[in-house]
């Protein structure tokens, strides 16, 4: 049984859609506009308890009947959106990410797609950017609801008392908050797209359903309705993607739509309402739901089809194109089958039908991941590539500081790697395997028991460019009858006090300056022989999009502040760690090449193209942003005997180009992190046996009262 039409819900969910599209084309007056889906969440839970509520009065409810409607609403629409994404991607994926998004299908067919990316999309994964049904994560938490909801709802109706519904639905929307603010520090990407951190959003509008909050004069409704339109316009004008979200900061967009929603059922006819109203909101109303399907994949795919982000004119132009295609998919997909079923046909037909159609997607999705995205023949050289592609750094995984939560050093035994007890002669081989039992022992705690007799002699120390490093600096280790421990952290660099924000990594502003604390602690009671300190410094120093540094009173700093703060930052570390004695070696960034090589070499292979221009980049274009870093870690080797500079810049770049290859192997993994091939080149031009023994030196001379240390190593 359906509910009296309200022109003015159809122009709030306008006022939820628009705002969700122009922030994914990147338009910066729409730094908030994500939370458009909380207000779908608010306007879902609104009319669908409504409905609900009505006909558990009557009498009436079916739960078959209910989920007929659920599926005759939701399925005809997404599923011509999979098959037409799907059929586009199958042509122009390489393998490794046609794999990637046959994962990413199948969790989205069987509605389990939010649970699917709070496991996978962080940084260890591809961006977000290039998956194409990133956005039906709110799909999945909407259907998951309705699995319980109704359920609850009936059996709230049924057997408790009237006067006890009130106060049981606002202990779960408080329970709900709560959990997903509590969430939000411990596990961010989870508490983004979980269902228990989300249900509060949808009770909201079911709150308001089941009238549990009194109506008022149309007059006070205006008033509601204008407050809540403030609070829409200001999440979506000052929240940015470094505001901690959802949780409370969720309550603005949500009690917003509330009160819009509730304004109008009390008969408010206010300029909010009117305004709603109107007749191109109440249009942007009607195809919401397409437009939110169609949008992303086509932005997603036009990008992935260029290799580059989209301009905000191309994107505008792909938003355009959205709102074409969901208005014929309203009157030709989604309208026919939101009619009443034809007399005498079967009540279980759309479920047949429905199951039907999510069994055959599923079956391509999981043909596709047995056939590791395989479809269209490759050569050789582009199967290494992609295979390059696909690889993961294990040491991200093994030795990574948590991103939420209490911060700890990573012990795992892996992350050391050689002997730990040094010998005078290199071993003849080199090898990867975790050093010895008694380094395996140490590194089982974040502190070492006996700061006098070190479990490893190197500490490697950064993001994940240090972790690239571990391949080829664990195997010289070895060669030198040393020990290199790893500890790192996502985007998190060697540098003291700076808050960092990055748009893909949650809690990083929390976690950063805790972590580079603990590394200074774990150095002062374990006093390794040599400090290695890697990191990919360009953002810190560039500041590019999506990335961000906040003072201590929470003011994002401007390039030339964010300079000063990398050098203060990084001097600060370098200091602490040499007063004590120790070496430091710090390790310039290599050359970014705006492109992933194996990426690069697989798509131009899979069309047919020229591979030539994956394997080297302008040195021009390749050295953009990293003069600055460069120019500080060298003027830190000056004026500090014990620090060693080494840029990496000076081997990776020739006079006129960077090339990406070298002796038949790529040097690069993606854009910007090295292969095991190119984390052996740049642990030869490190040279650690080398520092080592100047460090060694260094040392005895201290030790015989020579007073001399040796001259700063550049190089």
Request: aromatic share 10%.
């Amino acid at each position: 049984m359906g509910l009296a039409y309200r022109a003015d819900v159809d122009g709030l969910r306008a006022l939820a859609i628009v705002p969700v599209v122009l922030f994914h084309i990147h338009l910066s007056a729409f730094p908030g506009g994500y939370v458009g889906v909380d207000i779908f969440f608010v306007i879902s839970g609104y009319l669908i308890t409504a409905i609900l509520f009505r006909e558990m009065k009557a009498g009436r409810f079916s739960l078959l009947d209910f989920y007929d409607r659920r599926i005759r609403r939701i399925f005809p629409a997404l599923f011509v959106v999979l098959v037409a994404t799907t059929l586009a991607a199958v042509f122009i994926m390489v393998p490794s990410d046609l794999l990637l998004y046959a994962r990413s299908l199948r969790a989205t067919t069987l509605f389990f797609s939010n649970i699917y990316f709070s496991k996978n999309l962080n940084y260890f994964q591809p961006e977000a950017d290039l998956n194409p049904l990133l956005h039906t994560w709110s799909l999945a938490v909407e259907e998951q609801f309705y699995i319980i909801f109704p359920l609850l709802l009936f059996a709230l109706i049924r057997w408790v008392r009237p006067n006890l519904l009130r106060p049981i639905i606002l202990v779960l929307i408080v329970a709900s908050l709560a959990h997903a603010e509590i969430r939000l520090s411990r596990n961010p990407i989870e508490s983004f797209f979980s269902l228990p951190t989300r249900a509060w959003e949808l009770l909201i509008g079911s709150a308001l359903a089941l009238g549990l909050v009194p109506l008022v004069t149309p007059r006070k409704g205006a008033f509601l309705s204008l407050a809540g339109l403030a609070l829409i316009v200001a999440a979506i004008a000052f929240y940015d993607r470094h505001t901690r979200f959802p949780g409370l900061a969720a309550l603005a967009p949500c009690l917003g739509a509330a009160l819009i929603l509730h304004g109008g059922a009390s008969g408010a006819n206010g300029m909010v309402q009117r305004m709603l109203a109107s007749p191109v909101p109440v249009f942007f109303g009607r195809i919401s739901y397409s437009l939110y399907l169609w949008h992303w994949p086509l932005l997603v795919l036009l990008a992935y089809y260029l290799g580059r982000r989209l301009s905000s004119t191309e994107g505008l132009m792909v938003a355009a194109l959205s709102v074409g295609l969901a208005s014929l998919s309203l009157f030709y997909v989604e309208a026919p089958f939101r009619k009443a079923r034809r007399p005498g046909a079967s009540r279980w037909a759309p479920v047949w039908a429905g199951g039907a159609a999510m069994a055959l997607v599923v079956a391509f999705a999981l043909t596709a991941i047995a056939r590791d995205g395989r479809f269209w023949p490759m050569s050789d050289f582009a199967r290494q590539a992609d295979a390059l592609a696909r690889a993961q750094d294990p040491f991200m995984s093994w030795c990574s500081a948590p991103l939420s939560g209490p911060m700890r050093m990573p012990t795992r035994p892996e992350c050391v790697i050689g002997k730990s007890e040094p010998t005078s002669e290199p071993t003849s081989e080199p090898t990867s395997e975790p050093a010895s039992a008694q380094a395996s022992a140490a590194a089982s705690g974040a502190v070492p028991e006996q700061a006098a007799a070190p479990a490893f002699d190197v500490l490697l120390w950064g993001d994940s460019h240090a972790s690239s490093l571990m391949a080829g600096l664990g195997e010289a280790a070895t060669k030198a009858g040393a020990s290199i421990r790893l500890v790192m952290l996502p985007a998190c660099p060697p540098l003291n006090g700076v808050v960092t924000l990055h748009e893909s990594i949650k809690g990083l502003e929390r976690q950063c300056p805790a972590f580079n604390r603990g590394v200074l602690e774990l150095i002062g009671e374990t006093r390794p022989k040599l400090v290695v300190m890697a990191g990919r410094w360009l953002p810190w120093t560039t500041l590019p999009s999506g990335f961000a540094i906040r003072d201590g009173n929470d003011r994002y700093l401007s390039v030339e502040e964010a300079r000063a703060a990398f050098v203060r930052g990084l001097t600060h570390n370098v200091d602490v760690v040499t007063r004590l004695g120790i070496p430091v070696v710090l390790v310039g960034q290599v050359p970014e090449v705006g492109y992933s090589p194996p990426h690069c070499i697989t798509r131009a292979a899979f069309s047919g193209a020229d591979t030539s221009h994956c394997l080297a980049q302008d040195r021009a274009k390749a050295m953009a942003g990293l003069a600055y870093s460069n120019e500080v870690l060298l003027d830190l080797a000056k004026r500090n005997p014990l620090v060693t500079t080494v840029l990496l810049s000076d081997r990776f770049c020739g006079k006129e180009t960077c090339p990406t290859m070298e002796a038949g192997e790529l040097l690069y993994r993606d854009p910007n992190h090295l292969s095991v091939a190119g984390s052996r080149m740049a642990a030869a031009f490190i040279d650690l046996a080398g520092v080592l023994r100047a460090a060694a030196g260094a040392q005895q001379a201290a030790g015989q009262g020579t007073g001399q240390a040796p001259p700063p190593a550049i190089r």
